[in-house]
């Protein structure tokens, strides 16, 4: 069984920064397709941001993180990374990874639509103004 963990949350100020990351404890050959969650108080969670080392990779973002948000991996360790800056107060939520195996164009194409079989546990993040 795949469990994902999420580190890295916390609070900062508008405008700030933090980096948030998604690690497996179990080899990363069993998903290839990593997809980043959030979902605020009251809301719906939403998908932000898609990340795919299948084939030529690749990444896609919510238009709501595009621009400020940036997806990494380490290839080391498989850890995928959310480099998030220029945080806005409405960006205050928990903050999820989920993980599933598929072909590269169905990731990037679907992802943010997608169910995902693993999932991590969850990291607040709180941006305060």
């Known amino acids: 069984q795949v469990q994902l963990m999420e580190s890295g949350g916390g609070s900062v100020e508008a405008g700030g920064s933090l980096k948030l990351s998604c690690t497996s404890s179990?080899?990363?050959?069993?998903?290839?397709?990593i997809a980043w969650f959030r979902q605020a108080p009251g809301k719906e969670r939403e998908a932000i941001a898609i990340f795919t080392n299948a084939g030529a990779g690749g990444s896609v973002y919510a238009n709501s993180v595009k621009g400020r948000f940036t997806l990494s991996q380490d290839i080391a360790s498989s850890a995928i990374y959310l480099q998030m800056n220029s945080l806005k107060p409405e960006d205050t939520a928990v903050y999820y990874c989920?993980?599933?195996?598929?072909?590269?164009?169905?990731?990037?194409?679907?992802?943010?639509?997608?169910?995902?079989?693993?999932w991590g546990q969850g990291t607040q993040v709180t941006v305060s103004s």
């Open positions: 179990r080899d990363s050959d069993d998903f290839n397709c």
């Open positions: 989920a993980a599933d195996r598929r072909a590269r164009y169905a990731c990037l194409a679907t992802g943010f639509y997608a169910r995902y079989r693993y």
